[in-house]
């Protein structure tokens, strides 16, 4: 008899995250920040005595959301802030290869997003216009990657990886790792001191 595939992985805090079903007991902030700490955006191509992280991105991110977006609600900021929280697990992956995985890569991601939104307060599925202002929030700041770190002429940034209409006025400068994790932990405990509760009705 066959021995079935292992689709978990173990987390330092100790937990065991099914990849393909994962569920929100199994989440925990310290293994994001942490994970996210160590994976490295544009396959480490950049700039820096240090990788420039994930979650030195997502910080950057969300600031840059917050800035778009006046008045957002600390809920949405902190949607922003865990948009890439899956990649804790799966990697980043460049653009091109996300591609060329498709629809199974998404669906992986898509269940993970959903079991952290669940785990924080968040619902499982976000409004259109949050993923909206995400994303345009997301492709400034690799806007702002590009040109500053990873190679890219702001013509060519401009063609292949996105052209804000606004370029703000922030320097790109990666963290060491420890460093990284501590100002993402940071950001969502600031988040979640100042989360309202959803009301019921």
């Known amino acids: 008899m066959r ?4 689709a978990w992985q173990r987390m330092l805090s100790g937990r065991r995250l099914d990849l393909l079903d994962p569920t929100p007991v199994d989440i925990e902030i310290d293994d994001i920040a942490h994970g996210l700490s160590r994976v490295a955006r544009w396959n480490g191509q950049t700039n820096g005595k240090w990788p420039y992280s994930v979650a030195d991105h997502s910080v950057m991110v ?3 959301f917050t800035e778009q977006n ?4 600390t809920r949405w900021q902190l ?3 865990l948009h890439d929280a899956p990649e804790y697990v799966i990697g980043d992956m460049i653009t091109p290869f996300k591609s060329f995985l498709g629809d199974s890569y998404l669906e992986i991601d898509d269940r993970l997003s959903r079991a952290i939104h669940l785990r924080f307060g968040l619902p499982g599925e976000l409004p259109v216009w949050v993923k909206k202002a995400i994303k345009k929030a997301d492709k400034t700041v690799a806007y702002l990657e590009a040109v500053q770190i990873a190679g890219f002429s702001q013509d060519e940034a401009k063609r292949y990886i996105a052209n804000p209409r606004t370029i703000p006025p922030h320097i790109i ?5 420890n460093k990284a994790k501590l100002a993402y932990r940071k950001r969502f405990d600031e988040l979640m001191d100042n989360m309202t509760p959803p009301s019921i009705s």
């Open 173 to 177: 400068s990666p963290l060491p790792p």
């Open 3 to 6: 021995k079935a595939n292992r």
């Open 70 to 73: 006046t008045g957002v609600g």
């Open 79 to 81: 949607a922003c802030l």
């Open 62 to 64: 969300e600031r840059v």
